[in-house]
T-cell receptor
Framework: DTEVTQTPKHLVMGMTNKKSLKCEQHMGHRAMYWYKQKAKKPPELMFVYSYEKLSINESVPSRFSPECPNSSLLNLHLHALQPEDSALYLC??????????????FGPGTRLLVL | DAKTTQPTSMDCAEGRAANLPCNHSTISGNEYVYWYRQIHSQGPQYIIHGLKNNETNEMASLIITEDRKSSTLILPHATLRDTAVYYCIVRASGDSNYQLIWGAGTKLIIKP
């Protein structure tokens, strides 16, 4: 099983709403990632979790709050977003982020629209 | 960090080999070249990676020049399902190996 799943596929939310994106993998990977992708642009790294601990935050605004409840799950909590936060949010995983290189496997993404 | 440059778009006839070039003239000795592709409205899909030697797998071949300043991804028999944006990426080894430095991508259109 080399699949990363993400829910929901689509999400529309107002600027005062609180919502969460979910990501799951059952490959035994210990590193998980959140990316943001705007239209016609490559993905931009947001957060990296390694062994369920946040290891990288690429200066992401606090209205995005990641959480890793266990080694298979990764959440992204959203609160007070702006319309410019509308994008495709991608989750990825890899075996780990150690010295040895590991391929990142991506989920299908959640397409978010903030009104 | 090394950067990559790719043509914005390319066409290829179905059944022919698709050759996608990538320049990475500032690549460092410990940086790998990765290729991912993204079919419309899907997540990126890993294709292949290499450091110095040419590589081949069931999806594609990767040819890296001897000076490592450029590479070519080859899809040997392109099908309509290969229509996608192809990203050439350099990736550091060591402490920063989580970091994928994405190029702008080449939109490859396979024509019947």
């Amino acid at each position: 099983d080399t699949e990363v799943t993400q829910t929901p596929k689509h999400l529309v939310m107002g600027m005062t709403n609180k919502k969460s994106l979910k990501c799951e993998q059952h490959m035994g990977h210990r590193a998980m990632y959140w990316y943001k992708q705007k239209a016609k642009k490559p993905p931009e790294l947001m957060f990296v979790y390694s062994y369920e601990k946040l290891s990288i935050n690429e200066s992401v605004p606090s209205r995005f709050s990641p959480e890793c409840p266990n080694s298979s799950l990764l959440n992204l909590h959203l609160h007070a977003l702006q319309p410019e936060d509308s994008a495709l949010y991608l989750c990825a995983s890899s075996h780990n982020t150690g010295v040895r290189l590991e391929t990142q496997y991506f989920g299908p993404g959640t397409r978010l629209l903030v009104l | 960090d090394a950067k990559t440059t790719q043509p914005t778009s390319m066409d290829c006839a179905e059944g022919r080999a698709a050759n996608l070039p990538c320049n990475h003239s500032t690549i460092s000795g410990n940086e790998y070249v990765y290729w991912y592709r993204q079919i419309h409205s899907q997540g990126p899909q890993y294709i292949i990676h290499g450091l110095k030697n040419n590589e081949t797998n069931e999806m594609a071949s990767l040819i890296i020049t001897e000076d490592r300043k450029s590479s070519t991804l080859i899809l040997p028999h392109a099908t309509l399902r290969d229509t996608a944006v192809y990203y050439c990426i350099v990736r550091a080894s060591g402490d920063s190996n989580y970091q994928l430095i994405w190029g702008a991508g080449t939109k490859l259109i396979i024509k019947p």
